[in-house]
């Protein structure tokens, strides 16, 4: 088979345009996923500390060092801790600031609302406790869903692998009995 080299030349130019264009796409979805799948732990993780009586700039210089445990959320947090250091700005210039840039909505959202509670004085403790009891009930109902796919999928496993084949066997015995009558 021949194959115009001039083809090979278009297919392959192709991939690497749609590789180069969706690539940087893949890698920001799934930072934001991993900056998303690590809130709840960030909220729960404040709230103790707020609780042991840490300031919030306290806070987050604690959190920005768990890299480990948060990933790409930490990076997030360390980006706020960084910005509060090295411009001398105070914790929550540099929390409004993260919240502009950051890919997350969710961590967007907290922390226009942190930045809304440390600017009227509102009690952390409060803030943190229900947006910690928020962060559970959204990672509760993000288990119930992957569940649910489970679920379908067992389901469709069910029907096609065990369900088809017994079904397939007694219609091929029907045939043969007819068959055999005739």
């Keep these: 088979p021949n194959i115009p080299i001039g083809l090979l030349g278009v297919f392959f130019g192709g991939v690497v345009l749609v590789v180069r264009f969706y690539y940087p796409i893949y890698v920001a979805n799934e930072r934001t996923r991993e900056i998303n799948k690590a809130i709840p ?3 729960s993780h404040m709230y103790a500390l707020s ?4 300031t919030a700039a306290e806070i987050f210089e604690q959190i920005a060092k768990e890299e480990q445990m948060y990933g790409e959320g930490s990076g997030e ?3 706020i801790d960084r910005i509060a250091k090295q411009t001398g700005e105070n914790i929550v210039s540099a929390m409004a600031k993260v919240s ?3 890919q997350s909505e969710r961590l967007s959202e907290f922390l226009d609302d942190y930045v809304r509670v440390l600017r009227t004085g509102t009690s952390e403790k409060i803030f943190l406790d229900n947006e910690s009891d928020k962060a559970a009930e959204f990672r509760q109902e993000q ?6 796919i489970i679920e379908y999928f067992s389901f469709a496993y069910v029907l ?7 079904i ?6 029907a045939i043969g009995i007819q068959g055999d009558i005739n």
Excluded: C, D, H, Y
């Design 160 to 166: 096609i692998f065990v369900i088809s084949p017994v």
């Design 143 to 148: 288990q119930e869903q992957v569940l649910t």
């Design 51 to 54: 609780e042991g009586g840490l």
């Design 168 to 173: 397939m066997s007694l219609v091929l015995v």
């Design 100 to 102: 502009i840039t950051t």
């Design 77 to 79: 947090i360390q980006r």
């Design 41 to 43: 732990k960030i909220i």
